[in-house]
């Protein structure tokens, strides 16, 4: 399809007409948004909707979340029309840039999320048929904002520009039946366009609503009440995304959300096979399904519930879930491995927890140690371990994960199906990650090895022979991007830094094991060091951190009024702040991820090591031509093999020595003799900083006192920190450090979600 200037503009026009009653040049930013994104959708209507080879097994990828962000610059880009519609605006005297203002799709917390987003691009870039299925929240991750220091958090409401990527596929709805509820599905579908090939997967995300329209009728005579409940209840399974990222929350209403993703999932795609009169027995020959962490592992009894109702015995349907489902693990902290209570998931899917206990049976009845081997438990139904039992497939996320889960955390399993265990190590797309943020670099890139890298990354490594030449237009390029995120920041956050410092940058999930507090401590090190002149010449730099907090997770919160308390003390201090600037962004989403990625100098990958299942943000930086300054955790390691760990900044207790110090740990005796570290943790409760809700303190005892004291080795890890991030920050600017970061980045090639997807396909999904 080839969408010409002309074409696009009338096409724009004709919509403007009909929905807006408007013409281009009187139409609102809002009204082009939608015209343009509607003008490339109709474009696009045949590659999308027939593109489907019915002869082809497909994979369904079943998401709780799905962390898009903004659809319009990426689509355009992937279609090849970004320039075309800059063009296009132009004629009107508009500028793509208005829509900036457009909301992003948050309907995800993190790194789970925005993988699910970056997979979907790479299989439709790579030709792979992989279809999403997610839930279409009303609303996304909180909006985020700082009052005092503090997070508050307000309702995300994404659609306020109206959400003209995806369109309502009404013949498609199905029934959704819980114990004491019956609802509408409503599937919304988003095209995901692949990168100049022509190819357009789907991405399903179902709506709630009401079996029946609201009834007035009953409601005026009284019987009402009855009605609008049921009606507010369908409603309420969609409203809005839980907040929480790797850590679970008992809700009854997340098991809903999750029974309703996949039980109207798994009637799209049994709709789909039966049409095509097949066997249920040969189902994997058509459709597998891979399950993003424990979240969809209940679609495992909800097939084997509906091939029973087809006429299969359990053995058989047993038999097919085996082959058709595989499972990603994406951590090892046992509060975010789900657990249902048996009563309570029985009461709401009789004939689902009837599955469950199936299964469990059948586990019983293969002679092992049910001490080993269990699905439920104490009344309490463990979803990994279903998820493992009936999986074809279980995968980590990175080499060093994969490895502990098969040593440590899923030991008993990996016993029984050595097989089963394989790993994925994680990626992500470089259309998005390079082309699309950080356009000079990429065009850098081209003009010395062509454009084949875009779908092939490890060309990167071609580049190599020319990082003498291209190094200082590289510097220029990180210094200009530098200045734009400056200029954003000081509108945005009210913050000056200087676009010369050294952009020291943390920007991911707050979280006690990534260890925030560990940078945020660094900085009260060199801060005092400073003032008090036993830090000479500190090279100035500017630590820049975004993070939303669950609104649960009271530490979390806690550590980010202290790093806005450091932000306030260190730039309103004349002397510290000519070389030292703090700012916490609010509101970090894919979006800000975008801008900030492209303008880092270091990047800040500090997670205890054994915690970071993989960790995809550190990806991103590298294909931006970043140095890391991390812990041998997750892809860090993989990172470090790839680029030489010469040319990263490796501190801190391996996986190993972490595990062996957490048996004798006493952060207290560390703290005591250390006077500069005690003086920094110290400011949690001396009046450096003013903080009425007393969670400084909270945070003050978390650290040195408590049932488990400093559970991440903040202050074990703390010299080895300082130290090697001072020798880092003194070694900027220098040719050999921008050779660094080039090294990383020709290094980056394994990290593409492209090479991700195919080792899914090729192992686990085993499309050719
Ligand atoms: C990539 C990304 C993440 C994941 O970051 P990690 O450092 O891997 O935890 C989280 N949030 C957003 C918005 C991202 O783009």
């Known amino acids: 399809?080839?969408?010409?200037?002309?074409?696009?503009y009338e096409s724009m026009e004709n919509i403007l007409r009909a929905d807006f009653a408007c013409d281009p040049a009187s139409a609102e930013p809002r009204e082009l948004y939608n015209a343009l994104s509607k003008a490339v959708m109709s474009a696009f209507y045949h590659e999308w909707k027939n593109g489907r080879d019915a002869q082809k097994k497909?994979?369904?990828?079943?998401?709780?979340?799905?962390l898009m962000g903004r659809s319009i610059f990426a689509n355009l880009l992937n279609l090849g029309y970004y320039d075309a519609a800059k063009r296009v605006l132009a004629l009107v005297g508009k500028d793509l840039n208005d829509f900036e203002e457009v909301e992003d799709a948050a309907l995800g917390n993190g790194g789970l999320g925005r993988l699910a987003a970056c997979y979907l691009e790479s299989a439709a870039t790579m030709g792979i048929p992989l279809d999403g299925y997610g839930i279409r929240y009303r609303y996304g991750l909180f909006r985020q904002t700082f009052v005092d220091g503090y997070q508050h958090e307000e309702g995300d409401d994404w659609l306020k520009w109206g959400d003209p990527w995806s369109v309502r596929c009404d013949r498609d709805a199905v029934i959704v039946e819980f114990a004491d509820q019956k609802v509408k599905a409503v599937p919304y579908d988003m095209p995901v366009f692949g990168y100049r090939n022509g190819v357009v997967n789907n991405l399903r995300l179902w709506s709630s609503?009401?079996?029946?329209?609201?009834?007035?009728t009953a409601f005026n005579d009284m019987k009402g009440d009855r009605t609008a409940l049921e009606n507010f209840n369908a409603t309420k399974i969609c409203d809005v995304l839980y907040p929480n990222d790797n850590t679970?929350?008992?809700?009854?209403?997340?098991?809903?959300q999750q029974y309703f993703l996949v039980s109207a999932s798994l009637q799209d795609v049994v709709r789909k096979y039966k049409a095509q009169g097949k066997k249920w027995k040969d189902l994997d020959k058509s459709y597998c399904f891979q399950l993003n962490d424990t979240h969809p592992v209940i679609a495992i009894p909800e097939l084997l519930r509906l091939l029973r109702k087809e006429g299969m015995d359990f053995e058989e349907a047993f038999a097919v879930c085996a082959k058709v489902f595989n499972f990603t693990n994406h951590t090892i902290m046992?509060?975010?491995?789900?657990k249902w209570d048996a009563l309570a998931l029985s009461d709401l899917l009789p004939e689902v927890y009837e599955e469950i206990v199936a299964c469990q049976h059948r586990l019983e009845s293969e002679g092992l140690d049910p001490d080993k081997y269990y699905i439920i438990r104490d009344n309490v139904i463990h979803m990994a371990n279903l998820a493992i039992y009936v999986s074809a497939k279980v995968n980590g996320v990175a080499e060093i994960h994969t490895n502990i889960l098969k040593r440590d955390v899923f030991k008993n399993w990996y016993e029984l199906y050595p097989k089963k265990f394989v790993n994925v190590t994680n990626g992500i797309t470089p259309r998005r990650w390079l082309l699309l943020n950080n356009p000079a670099l990429a065009a850098l890139i081209d003009s010395k090895i062509g454009t084949q890298w875009h779908t092939d990354l490890s060309l990167l490594a071609g580049l190599k022979p020319f990082i003498g030449e291209i190094l200082p237009d590289f510097k220029r390029i990180k210094g200009e991007n530098k200045a734009k995120l400056a200029a954003y920041i000081r509108e945005h956050e009210g913050v000056e830094i200087p676009p010369e410092f050294i952009f020291d940058v943390q920007v991911k999930r707050l979280h006690e094991y990534k260890r925030q507090m560990l940078n945020a401590l660094s900085i009260l090190y060199f801060y005092f060091g400073v003032k008090e002149g036993s830090i000479k010449d500190f090279p100035p730099t500017a630590f820049i951190f975004g993070a939303k907090a669950a609104p649960g997770?009271?530490?979390?919160?806690?550590?980010?009024?202290?790093?806005?308390?450091?932000?306030?003390?260190v730039n309103s201090d004349p002397e510290a702040s000519k070389v030292m600037r703090v700012v916490f962004v609010q509101n970090y989403n894919v979006s800000y991820a975008e801008k900030i990625v492209c303008a880092a100098d270091v990047s800040e990958q500090i997670s205890m090591a054994g915690m970071e299942a993989s960790g995809t943000g550190n990806m991103k930086f590298m294909l931006n031509g970043t140095v890391t300054l991390g812990t041998l955790d997750g892809a860090n390691v993989e990172i470090c093999e790839e680029a030489g760990i010469e040319n990263n900044y490796i501190f801190g207790a391996t996986v190993e020595k972490a595990e062996a110090i957490k048996r004798f740990y006493c952060p207290r005796e560390i703290v005591e003799q250390d006077p500069a570290l005690k003086r920094a943790v110290e400011t949690l409760v001396d009046g450096t900083f003013s903080d009425e809700t007393g969670m400084l303190e909270k945070l003050h005892e978390s650290l040195l006192s408590g049932h488990e004291p400093d559970r991440y080795l903040v202050c074990f890890d703390f010299r080895s920190y300082i130290e090697t991030k001072e020798r880092l920050l003194r070694s900027f600017g220098t040719d050999e450090y921008y050779e660094k970061c080039l090294l990383n980045l020709c290094a980056a090639g394994k990290f593409s979600a492209d090479r991700s997807v195919m080792d899914y396909a090729r192992h686990i999904w085993k499309i050719k």
């Open 1 to 8: 399809m080839n969408l010409d200037d002309k074409r696009l």
């Open 334 to 338: 046992a509060e975010a491995l789900e």
């Open 58 to 66: 497909r994979c369904a990828y079943f998401s709780a979340e799905f």
């Open 248 to 256: 679970m929350m008992g809700k009854i209403l997340r098991l809903r």
């Open 209 to 216: 609503e009401p079996v029946q329209e609201f009834d007035f």
């Open 553 to 569: 997770y009271y530490n979390a919160k806690a550590i980010i009024k202290f790093i806005n308390e450091i932000a306030k003390l």
